[in-house]
């Protein structure tokens, strides 16, 4: 074991090696981080002068997170594949226990009626963003030995939808809507992807579409938010008041935008406007042309993530494209989210942005995928298709 992790991890360290990280992936990432910081001081200033006193009040601890992240994400590389395979269960039963740890008073960490937080001084944690990639890793670790039987055998497929009810729930106390439908969409496609039978699929995404219309129907607060995303005008100085302001900043912006820092909707008319938002303020200061662009690199960013995760098909090393497409999805399905909710094509949830969005937890997590991706990149540039597979055991595939 120590033999084997000292073989893997000495790949970081060889500069030949350093270079062969994904270029495109890595560009496009740090140029979304560029753009994030920006967009955090221009979206924020106006507020944190009136309730800190304080102009880079969340440009400082933005920095701060982002400096977290890059030292994490240098400690991701240097973790093979191979351990993540091994602890899978750990890890989802750690992220499981830190679920349970935020609901008990007193140790969670309350804000606006959720309980989703946990706190360290002055910085927070939210432990969903941990869950996200807990339960890709599981799932991915779990297909590896189970993808043959998903269509055979009726247990290899309700293990992980047990799991996932379980983690589900604990979300839904926090409450976390958001994280539940990205977690439960990505779990839901990765089983698809394994090869579940698609009259098995397709119930699957009924019985999680009719879920989500109980939880809707039954959650005052939630129906209120779908009535005014059908219509946010007819209520637009109460439920509708945010998405009105955000489709303002849209159209404020037309085709170039009204210039960087001469945004009005940051100016208290737009609340979030560094967080959930701050795409809405990017597209008043940017314009149509500015929007392309910030689509384009979470494009290429994706596209760059399902290449690994095709690589990793290629040399049958089931294991990392089972992980890598998830994450893949999950980046995609939460900056969709995140878009679609700014420009009034979806109804408003809590998501940020990755990368983009003022917010440490999910700064952190999504470098960490990315430093997990680049990660299999390498080990796949430097593994032959006959060890990438042994390394994760490819006997057990029909265990």
């Not at 698809?192 to 699929?201: I, S």
Request: hydrophobic share 55%; glycine share 8%; aromatic share 12%.
């Amino acid at each position: 074991m120590l033999t084997q992790l000292r073989d893997w991890s000495g790949w970081f360290w060889r500069p030949r090696m350093l270079m062969e990280l994904d270029k495109p992936l890595l560009l496009s990432v740090c140029a979304l981080i560029s753009i994030g910081i920006v967009m955090v001081l221009s979206a924020s200033i106006a507020y944190s002068a009136y309730s800190y006193q304080d102009e880079f009040f969340f440009l400082k601890r933005h920095l701060v997170y982002l400096v977290i992240s890059a030292i994490g994400a240098l400690i991701v590389l240097q973790i093979p594949m191979q351990l993540w395979y091994r602890y899978a269960g750990l890890l989802l039963i750690g992220s499981v226990l830190l679920l349970v740890a935020v609901l008990i008073p007193g140790v969670g960490h309350e804000v606006n009626g959720s309980s989703r937080w946990l706190r360290a001084g002055p910085l927070t944690l939210q432990v969903s963003e941990l869950a996200k990639i807990a339960m890709v890793v599981f799932i991915a670790a779990y297909l590896q030995r189970h993808h043959l039987n998903l269509h055979k055998d009726w247990k290899s497929f309700a293990r992980p939808l047990g799991i996932l009810v379980l983690l589900s729930g604990l979300l839904l106390l926090e409450p976390d809507f958001g994280s539940t439908v990205v977690i439960g969409a990505t779990v839901l496609a990765m089983l698809f992807l394994a090869g579940v039978r698609l009259w098995q699929f397709m119930a699957l995404i009924s019985v999680a579409m009719l879920g989500v219309a109980a939880l809707v129907v039954a959650s005052p607060y939630r129906f209120r938010r779908l009535i005014t995303f059908l219509d946010p005008w007819a209520d637009q100085f109460d439920s509708g008041y945010q998405l009105t302001q955000s489709l303002i900043a849209f159209g404020r912006g037309e085709w170039f935008g009204v210039g960087l820092g001469n945004s009005v909707q940051k100016l208290f008319y737009l609340p979030e406007a560094h967080t959930d938002f701050v795409f809405a303020i990017f597209a008043e200061e940017f314009g149509l042309v500015g929007v392309l662009v910030v689509l384009a690199l979470l494009i290429v960013l994706v596209m760059r993530v399902f290449t690994i995760g095709v690589q990793a098909i290629q040399r049958q090393h089931w294991f990392v494209a089972y992980a890598v497409f998830g994450f893949g999805l999950m980046l995609a399905g939460q900056a969709f989210i995140n878009l679609g909710v700014a420009s009034g094509l979806l109804p408003t949830k809590g998501l940020t942005l990755p990368f983009v969005s003022y917010g440490g937890s999910s700064l952190l997590v999504c470098s960490l995928i990315v430093a997990l991706v680049l990660r299999a990149g390498l080990e796949m540039n430097y593994t032959t298709p006959a060890v990438a597979s042994a390394k994760v055991g490819r006997s057990d595939h029909g265990a």
